[in-house]
């Protein structure tokens, strides 16, 4: 599984799971690396945790494209930015004009519509804090 934020990173622990630290938009270097894993490891199942708006979804297309991997997202859901709405933050303009020209995917679509419709996004780091079981607000 691959992870957007050094925080998040940091913070979560999951069995039996692998994972990279990507730093956001990742470099090449980063691409070859999951693909020399994942070509000698037939058979797993990869994933991304990254945020919770436009950027984190085209990070994770991004990856898509450079290692030709068809990661599904962990926690990028539009039940966590239900879960966790007191912690969103209102989309920019230019959150706006991602979403919108991601919305017109098959992949996105729903969780697109949904931020778009409330003005939402989510950084990952809140989504990690809670799920780690940090109780405190």
Not at 54 to 80: A, C, S
Not at 86 to 97: C, H, V
Not at 99 to 122: F, H, P
């Amino acid at each position: 599984m691959t992870v957007e934020n050094l925080t998040s990173f940091n913070r979560l622990e999951r069995k039996n799971t692998f994972m990279i630290f990507l730093s956001g938009y990742h470099n090449s270097a980063k691409q070859k690396l999951i693909r020399k894993i994942y070509d000698t490891n037939p058979g797993l199942t990869w994933h991304h945790f990254g945020d919770i708006d436009p950027d984190g979804f085209y990070i994770m297309e991004n990856l898509r494209r450079g290692t030709g991997i068809d990661f599904q997202p962990v926690y990028m859901d539009v039940e966590m930015l239900k879960q966790y709405g007191i912690y969103t933050k209102p989309l920019t303009g230019n959150d706006r004009q991602k979403a919108k020209a991601l919305a017109c995917s098959d992949r996105y679509g729903e969780i697109m519509d949904y931020m778009l419709e409330t003005g939402v996004k989510l950084e990952q780091e809140i989504v990690s804090w809670m799920e780690s079981g940090c109780t405190r607000q």
